[in-house]
């Protein structure tokens, strides 16, 4: 084996996982997983009773503190987005083609004051799902491998989806509690 190529290789490999180490400006791990057509929380957290009517109870969700952020992460091998629900839904399940989505009767929305939030940025809901669909800007989509990372401010209630999978129910709730 040639020496030199060996310790080359050897040192990118030693490089690679100190800036893996050190990816998002917290220093840890990922939040939720992305995978096939689910978000995998690493933690997931119940739903209470006195929850909102609109957010739903049978997905993952994951309950963090006011200021903090959830990171995603592309751990599988096809392209997700995490896009925010908002009062604007029905207009998005209607350009996917959805009708009759049980799991979002109830016009799914931010708290109040809290800003919309989608992997690739866009200004709302409409716009993130109409970028996807006509593959401008890159779609907000989160390629395989990749992470996605929001700061949550404002306490409450937030429930996110992917728009490629938003038919296979890839949705997830954010709770975020009061620092
Ligand atoms: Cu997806």
Redesign the pocket.
């Known amino acids: 084996m040639d020496r030199r190529a060996f310790l080359k290789s050897g040192a990118a490999i030693a490089l690679g996982a100190t800036i893996a180490g050190c990816l998002g400006d917290t220093g840890r791990d990922y939040d939720v997983a992305?995978v096939s057509?689910?978000y995998v929380p690493r933690s997931t957290a119940t739903v209470p009773d006195d929850a909102p009517s609109w957010v739903p109870r049978d997905v993952p969700t994951v309950e963090v503190v006011a200021g903090d952020a959830v990171v995603w992460e592309n751990t599988g091998a096809?392209?997700?987005?995490v896009t925010a629900a908002t009062y604007d839904h029905d207009q998005v399940e209607a350009l996917l083609g959805i009708s009759g989505d049980a799991a979002h009767a109830h016009d799914p929305h931010l708290p109040a004051g809290a800003d919309f939030f989608s992997s690739g940025s866009f200004d709302g809901e409409v716009a993130a799902a109409r970028s996807f669909i006509d593959e401008l800007d890159g779609g907000g989509v989160v390629p395989p491998g990749e992470r996605y990372e929001h700061a949550f401010d404002v306490p409450g209630w937030y429930h996110y989806y992917?728009?490629?999978?938003l038919p296979?129910g890839?949705m997830g709730n954010v709770h975020v509690l009061d620092a």
């Open positions: 992305m057509d689910a096809r392209n997700h987005t992917c728009i490629p999978h296979a890839m």
